[in-house]
């Protein structure tokens, strides 16, 4: 009976369709045998971090228990479940729109299922179980995570319903708000090809993608804030209606029998919401379903991208630079400006370090400063400071990670067959190159504005120091860089996952102090503060001669290895 269910052409085609939702498309078998190891620890430290959740949790609820009346208790307890749907809300929806480019049947299922034996009505139903199914799984496992959290939570309320009834209205609110999340990034990707010509699909998609990244690293900062809200859930504020968890909340307290206004308005927003984004997504189902073939090839509009073959101006060849360099340079940018997958790589780490900076710019209250002016206090200060070399540690980390990914590994012959020990350093030149344009110059330009009206003409001095310490970085991070991006094998997770946390927690603490530090010595003008500037321009400059020196001996690298597999050591004779 299994081996029959197996053989049918449904089961086949939902196999297929799930299993595209897991393939990257770039790695090979080692490397999707690492990547799932990745996964497996990302999991683990996702139960574990659900542990730590209830630890803290279990604290503030014992101290509550003491000092809250029970007003202030309901207003903490309802801010915290709002925190609690959130979790699984966000995860699900980064997770929707990373594999946001398989939400639906493509051109390439098109053409090769359609010539198939198969019903068009069994394509679109097993692509619809295959997403339920992988989004289920997430939805399941972030839930699961998080059970001892609710447990706790539920068990320490002394509310006038039973513990069953509260659950089942938690639990009810929070799929829900799971399935908006879903069901709102499925909707946008469905409109989006609907609405944009064939020729732009691909651009407008890796910008969508990019966009809702960057969108939700950015909203972490707001989400880790939900517990700390229950002054405006006790007030009825306003600001509530911007925060979808918030309209679950409602729905939960609307299922326990809470019939508020304010709480049943955003009841109702919450309802409305979901029952949207399911019509728009259901529609977009229906319309590729009765018009697949002219939705799918209709022409590409002539005047896209795409027929502009012209290079833009700041990627043409330049006096005195290598034509090398220069193709190597236009083919890194254009790539990380098309390709879906290193753009989102790109704007998603980077997006962390904003998510870092805007929270502690909140923290010192900056908005209240650039509303009303006067002295800026000595945080916002160290604030404007940090933040560039917080920028700068995120978004070279980012650089690179984007440029360590192949796109077609198998293409990469043509550089293998075309590999010249005179023209390498400038292919590899080219890497670091983008690195420090997008690493370095990118986030102290971005910064510069706020430094400048903070301290003044003392900004050009920061910028100065800043750029230093962002140099010494990209020199120690590319130091045994040697692969012409985006043609290499990779292998994904070589470390163990906490090992790899724990070290990019304990370099991003050191750059970002002794870099502040740094700052803050040459900002006083004394003769000493030149001695570790020129330390730092001393740095720099021993290792671009150690990395230029190893790029004319050791050959370019195509195939990543483990650190386990034994590598030579090159010589620097």
């Known amino acids: ?151 706790m939570m539920l068990l320490s309320t002394s509310a006038e319903h039973a513990f069953p009834w509260r659950a089942t209205a938690f639990l ?131 005047s896209g991208p795409e027929s502009n073959r012209r290079l833009p101006w700041h990627l043409r060849a330049r006096p005195g630079a290598g034509s090398v360099y220069t193709a190597i340079r236009a083919f890194t940018e254009i790539t990380l400006r098309r390709s879906v997958l290193h753009q989102g790589v790109l704007v998603c780490v980077s997006a962390v370090g904003a998510g870092i900076v805007l929270n502690i710019l909140i923290a010192t209250d900056a908005w209240s400063w650039f509303r009303t002016g006067g002295e800026a206090t000595r945080g916002l200060v160290n604030a404007a400071v940090w933040s560039p070399l917080v920028l700068i540690f995120t978004v070279t980390i980012a650089v690179r990670a984007a440029l360590v990914l192949p796109i077609e590994p198998r293409a990469n012959w043509v550089f293998r067959v075309t590999e010249q020990d005179a023209v390498r350093v400038d292919q590899l030149r080219a890497a670091i190159h983008t690195v420090t344009k997008l690493g370095v110059g990118v986030p102290v330009l971005l910064v510069l504005p706020l430094q400048w009206s903070l301290i003044g003409p003392g900004a050009l001095v920061a910028l100065a120091v800043e750029s230093l310490c962002g140099l010494l970085f990209v020199e120690i991070l590319m130091k045994d860089w040697a692969r012409i991006p985006f043609t290499c094998s990779y292998i994904p997770g070589k470390r163990f996952v906490p090992q790899t946390v724990l070290i990019v927690f304990v370099s991003f603490v050191f750059f970002t102090t002794i870099g502040t530090g740094v700052v803050f010595l040459s900002l006083t003008g004394r003769p000493g503060s030149l001695v570790p500037i020129g330390m730092l321009v001393g740095l720099v400059t021993a290792m671009r001669w150690r990395r230029i020196r190893l790029w004319k001996q050791a050959p370019l690298e195509f195939e990543d290895q483990l650190p386990t597999e034994v590598n030579p050591l090159p010589s620097l004779r």
């Open 1 to 151: 009976m299994k081996d029959s269910t197996r053989d049918t052409p449904a089961y086949r085609l939902t196999r297929h369709f799930f299993d595209g939702l897991f393939d990257l498309g770039f790695l090979s078998e080692s490397g999707t045998e690492s990547f799932e190891r990745l996964i497996i620890g990302v999991c683990a430290m996702f139960f574990s971090f659900g542990l730590l959740l209830t630890r803290v949790f279990m604290a503030k609820y014992a101290s509550l228990s003491r000092l809250a009346t029970p007003a202030e208790y309901q207003s903490v307890l309802l801010a915290d479940h709002a925190f609690v749907m959130a979790l699984p809300m966000w995860i699900v929806a980064f997770v929707t729109v990373l594999v946001s480019h398989s939400l639906f049947p493509d051109e390439t299922d098109f053409r090769v299922l359609m010539a198939l034996p198969v019903a068009q009505r069994l394509i679109f139903g097993t692509k619809l179980l295959a997403l339920a199914l992988f989004t289920g799984l997430f939805i399941v496992a972030a839930h699961v995570a998080l059970t001892p959290l609710l447990l």
């Open 172 to 302: 009810f609110a929070s799929l829900s708000a799971s399935t908006f999340a879903v069901l709102a990034v499925t909707a946008v990707n469905g409109l989006l090809i609907l609405w944009v010509p064939r020729g732009r699909l691909i651009a407008a998609s890796a910008a969508l993608r990019s966009a809702m990244l960057c969108v939700l690293v950015l909203a972490l900062p707001f989400l880790s804030r939900l517990p700390a809200q229950a002054r405006l859930f006790a007030s009825g504020s306003d600001w509530l209606y911007f925060a979808p968890p918030a309209w679950f909340v409602a729905v939960e307290r609307a299922l326990l029998g809470d019939f508020r206004p304010y709480f049943l308005r955003m009841a109702l927003l919450a309802g409305a919401a979901l029952a949207l984004a399911a019509l728009i997504a259901a529609g977009v189902y229906v319309v590729l379903y009765r018009h697949f073939d002219r939705v799918m090839l209709r022409p590409a509009d002539s």
